[in-house]
């Protein structure tokens, strides 16, 4: 898995490069964007000048696209990397010239990014489900209730409305493997749910973690 996103190199001398982000914990710096892995290791970088060119085989797509695609000239082709970044650089233009590469990504969008697809019906859909009081148990609750009481269950799950609201449910590479949390599957898999906060398996073979955020 690798990541692409900015960082602030804290600076307050006089540089004609010299940024301000008043989001950022160091607010006056050097802006780099970095390419790099979940376990921190930066494979590329490139130091913000102002402007950012498009990558050479692709036309002008627009800063956040064209500082993605030219971060990711390193990326191996055809090997399913797995490639995150957030809401500035996602859109879907991007994704496409991606996985033209076999090059694969997940992030966070914004709304209008989205070439005119319309979230808002979504989002509504997703309140009215959250704020709802005494659904009815999902057969993986239902499991989970029986695993619980024969004393095999170590840690609750998350409710349905929770598991199924799309939001923020980000596989996470985990260096210690843990009990897969769907009913049934008795892995230890590597992978953690970053929102529910419980191990679950993504592999060829079988995807838990899907089943798991429908169910």
């Known amino acids: 898995m690798l990541c692409i996103d900015e960082q602030m190199i804290p600076f307050k001398g ?16 050097y ?20 402007k950012i060119q498009p990558a050479d085989d692709a036309s002008d797509l627009g800063a956040s696209l064209n500082i993605v695609l030219r971060l990711a000239k390193i990326i191996p082709t055809d090997k399913h990397y797995l490639l995150y970044f957030d809401n500035w650089f996602t859109s879907l233009p991007l994704v496409c010239h991606l996985a033209k590469s076999k090059i694969f990504c ?15 019906s979504d989002i509504k859909k997703r309140k009215t489900a959250a704020s709802r009081k005494g659904r009815r148990s999902t057969s993986l609750d239902k499991a989970f209730e029986a695993k619980k009481a024969r004393g095999h269950a170590s840690k609750a799950i998350p409710q349905q409305a929770v598991r199924n609201d799309n939001v923020d449910h980000f596989p996470i590479y985990k260096e210690k493997r843990g009990k897969c949390k769907l009913p049934g599957c008795n892995s230890r898999p590597y992978f953690f749910c970053s929102k529910c906060q419980v191990h679950l398996c993504i592999a060829r ?5 899907l089943n798991f955020h429908k169910t």
């Open 31 to 50: 802006k780099v964007f970095i390419l790099c892995s979940n376990k921190g290791v930066i494979y590329e970088f490139e130091l913000y000048t102002g």
């Open 106 to 120: 997940l992030g966070t969008v914004r709304s209008n990014r989205l070439l005119g697809c319309d979230l808002s």
């Open 14 to 29: 006089n540089s004609a490069l010299q940024q301000y982000l008043p989001s950022k914990p160091h607010k006056y710096g």
């Open 205 to 209: 073979s079988k995807n838990c973690f």
